[in-house]
């Protein structure tokens, strides 16, 4: 009696090594996914903090400095084009969430596809298996059919000479 021999094994085994690699993509596109939003939190919290900085100027604007002397209009308008210049920071820093938030969207894209590769593998797989586990039943079947008729057989032909010889 001869083992099952699974023809289409190394087609299953291409297919499961296409699953593994197609795991460890969702995996990396993954991590690369959490050190983008990483990124655009740190860039929200950029913005928030240049935000606070810029009330805290406004507030300081015309505050008369701790030395006691009266504001001249030079430092009030130097003041003021620091705060321009912090709203300019803002401006940028908004620029730089919004593309951030584009590029956290494409990583979110990526990540969608790399999963469905990965659930098609699996179902080719899963597909594989089921129809090796299918011919490999089959195979016991027949082999036990074959087992059976061979056990027939003998008892027929002890059945036939014993018959014969009485």
């Given amino acids: 009696m001869s083992g099952f021999v699974y023809r289409l094994r190394l087609l299953l085994e291409r297919k499961e090594e296409a699953q593994k690699e197609a795991e460890a993509e969702v995996a990396r596109r993954e991590e690369e996914l959490q050190l983008q939003i990483k990124h655009l939190e740190e860039l929200k919290q950029r913005e928030k903090d240049l935000m606070a900085k810029r009330v805290q100027m406004r507030r ?24 321009k210049a912090v709203g300019f920071q803002i401006e940028q820093a908004g620029n730089d969430v ?14 969608a596809q790399a999963k469905e590769w ?3 593998a699996r179902r080719e ?8 586990s299918k011919q490999e039943e089959l195979f016991l079947r027949e082999e036990q059919a074959k087992e059976d008729l061979a056990l027939d057989e003998i008892g027929n032909v002890l059945y036939s000479t014993r018959r014969s010889t009485t």
Wanted: charged content about 30%.
């Fill in 125 to 132: 797989v899963e597909v594989l298996t089921k129809h090796r």
């Fill in 98 to 111: 919004l593309a951030q938030r584009g590029v956290v969207e494409s990583c979110e894209a990526r990540v």
């Fill in 60 to 83: 300081d604007l015309l505050a008369k400095p701790d030395s006691g002397q009266p504001l001249s209009a030079q430092d009030v308008q130097q003041r003021a084009e620091f705060v």
């Fill in 118 to 120: 990965a659930k098609e």
